[in-house]
């Protein structure tokens, strides 16, 4: 706990080393998720049409409403709980930096409205389909970066 008050590493290496490899987790989480869900919803715009609002001439069946509440409940959970340890620690390594208020802001808008663009493309229109790809990419690939960002600031002795 001493870290949250004074962020000095040096008098324990072990809070480094914990520090990496929660972060490590989720880069992984971050790689991960973003192929179960190219492998569960698709990978490009016409799979994701049929994945979730179905194909009237090939006879495919939309995704189930438990299905897609599930995922969003899925997602809004990890997405929350990634962004909270993400943000905290870059936010104690990087307190100074004038991008730090905008970045973090951004990243918790994308990472709360991309499980409900999901839910807005069942519900309301295709439009949501875009929607959720970019904001989908753009969190992940947000959220990366600031871990890589915060991997590179940890520095082993």
């Known amino acids: 706990m001493k870290f949250l008050v ?3 590493l040096n008098y324990s290496r072990l809070y480094a080393y914990l520090i990496a490899s929660v972060i490590s987790v989720i880069f992984i989480y971050l790689i991960l998720d973003t192929v179960l ?4 919803i698709g990978t490009d715009i016409s799979s994701i049409k ?3 609002l179905g194909n009237e001439e ?3 069946e939309p995704i189930l409403i438990d299905s897609i509440l599930l995922q969003v ?3 809004l959970f990890m997405t929350l709980f990634s962004l909270l340890i993400l943000s905290s620690v870059y936010i104690r390594f990087n307190a100074k930096s004038p991008i730090v208020k905008p970045l973090v802001h951004i990243l918790f808008l994308l990472g709360v409205f991309t499980p409900i663009f999901l839910l807005g493309v069942y ?3 295709e439009v949501f389909i875009y929607l959720w790809i970019a ?3 753009l969190w992940h690939g947000m959220g990366t970066i600031l871990s890589i960002i915060i991997l590179r600031s940890l520095d082993f002795k």
């Not at 869900?37 to 569960?40: F, K, N, Q, R, T």
Request: hydrophobic fraction near 40%.
């Open 6 to 8: 004074t962020k000095d």
């Open 37 to 40: 869900h190219a492998y569960v």
């Open 50 to 52: 049929t994945t979730l």
């Open 58 to 60: 090939s006879f495919e």
């Open 73 to 75: 409940h899925i997602d």
């Open 123 to 125: 519900f309301w229109n």
């Open 135 to 137: 904001g989908f990419l």
